[in-house]
């Protein structure tokens, strides 16, 4: 399988989930392998292990796919998702950031650390 999407290379994505079934069945850890991806499996009941996944996700299901939907198909969800992944970065204020968007909030860190005295 060609690793690409959009003729961009997605080798080293780092696919992160729970210990659910679907995600240690051999297949899927063979197709993800096939796709260049890493697995990054949480531990089997400890909550906080992937207490920032599950939070992004909530905020997807929340922000898009139940205000954007039905769709009729993936392409449809697919186009929702970049969208909805733009909007989160460049325009949505996150109050734990200081109620600036990610963009923004990285901009300021790394110059900060370019000039120290600003």
Same mark, same amino acid.
């Given at each position: 399988m060609d690793p690409r999407r959009d003729g961009e290379s997605v080798d080293g994505l780092i696919h992160h989930s729970d210990a659910g079934s679907q995600y240690t069945a051999i297949r899927y850890a063979e197709r993800l392998l =096939?796709?260049?991806? +890493? @697995?990054?499996?949480?531990? %089997?009941?400890?909550?906080?292990? /992937?207490? $920032?996944?599950? *939070?992004?996700?909530?905020?997807?299901?929340?922000?898009?796919?139940?205000?954007?939907?039905?769709?009729?198909?993936? =392409?449809?969800?697919? +186009? @929702?998702?970049?969208?909805? %992944?733009?909007?989160?970065?460049? /325009?949505? $204020?996150?109050? *734990?950031?200081?109620?600036?968007?990610?963009?923004e909030f990285e901009a300021t860190y790394y110059a900060a650390l370019r000039d120290p005295a600003a």
């Open positions: =096939d796709a260049g991806a +890493l @697995a990054s499996i949480g531990t %089997v009941g400890d909550s906080f292990d /992937n207490a $920032l996944a599950e *939070s992004v996700v909530g905020l997807y299901k929340t922000e898009c796919v139940r205000h954007d939907g039905p769709f009729r198909g993936v =392409d449809d969800l697919e +186009l @929702a998702t970049a969208d909805w %992944v733009w909007w989160f970065n460049y /325009n949505r $204020l996150h109050g *734990s950031i200081g109620h600036v968007p990610p963009v």
